[in-house]
């Protein structure tokens, strides 16, 4: 696995490279502005930081699925389902890179705004407070069995909303492929595929939610956690099991 992601990472190193390089240098201007120029300036500049954010998050879904609609579809892609790993680490890989890099992408956000905080404050005289204790206590946190429930719901969205992004369309893809690949429309045929897929999925997590509202109130969170779960998790597995009997080599 740790290989198949080092290869992953290694196809996308130059836009990795370059957007990093861009994350920079808009972050070089910012502290300048901040420091020595008009605010106006800053104020472009947080507004370009956060564009680029976004734009460098979109690049990597569109990087991923990019490669994958490669390895399927080429002949120097098919030489990555030629090799002795399992297909499960073959789209697990995929999964996992785009997680690493998102994950790596929040802690760099994370760091720039607060390097920005500190700069910010020292630049305008506010002192740095921090006080643990008042905002839990402003908080108000109380521990109950539907707050537990809606935490472990929220915990699941977050892990595997990013995955069942990628798990349909993966799935869609293998599917198109396997299916229609001498057929005209194939891109029509794919958008049509995930729209039922996605309507079907839609439909059924409405109709958990309207029960479990009406069952149990305010456990919504947790219903939509496992949906997204069951969604990624279902479209992996599929995807893996159409490539094991169905991919052509």
Not at 83 to 91: A, E, G, L, W
Not at 100 to 106: H, M
Request: charged share 15%.
């Amino acid at each position: 696995m740790k290989n198949l992601m080092k290869y992953e990472m290694i196809r996308m190193k130059y836009g990795i490279l370059i957007s990093l390089a861009a994350l920079a240098v808009l972050e070089i201007v910012y502290l300048f502005s901040m420091l020595f120029m008009d605010l106006r300036v800053t104020a472009f500049s947080v507004v370009f930081l956060g564009m680029a954010v976004i734009f460098l998050v979109i690049g990597i879904a569109v990087k991923i699925l990019s490669q994958y609609s490669q390895d399927l579809n080429t002949k120097s892609g098919y030489m990555l389902f030629m090799t002795p790993n399992s297909y499960y680490k073959i789209v697990g890989s995929k999964l996992l890179t785009s997680m690493l890099l998102i994950l790596g992408l929040g802690v760099l956000v994370s760091l720039g705004a607060s390097l920005d905080g500190v700069i910010a404050a020292l630049r305008f005289g506010d002192p740095i407070e921090f006080d643990l204790i008042g905002i839990l206590r402003e908080l108000n946190i109380h521990i109950t069995v539907e707050s537990g429930f809606r935490a472990v719901g929220t915990l699941l969205t977050g892990f595997f909303g990013w995955v069942s992004f990628f798990t349909p369309i993966f799935f869609v893809m293998t599917l198109n492929r396997v299916y229609f690949v001498n057929k005209k429309g194939r891109g029509i045929v794919s958008l049509v595929l995930y729209l039922i897929l996605m309507t079907a999925y839609g439909w059924v997590e409405n109709l958990v939610l309207h029960f479990v509202r009406i069952g149990a109130p305010g456990f919504a969170t947790f219903a939509t956690g496992v949906m997204t779960a069951l969604l990624a998790v279902g479209c992996y597995f599929g995807t893996v099991k159409i490539l094991e009997k169905k991919i052509s080599l």
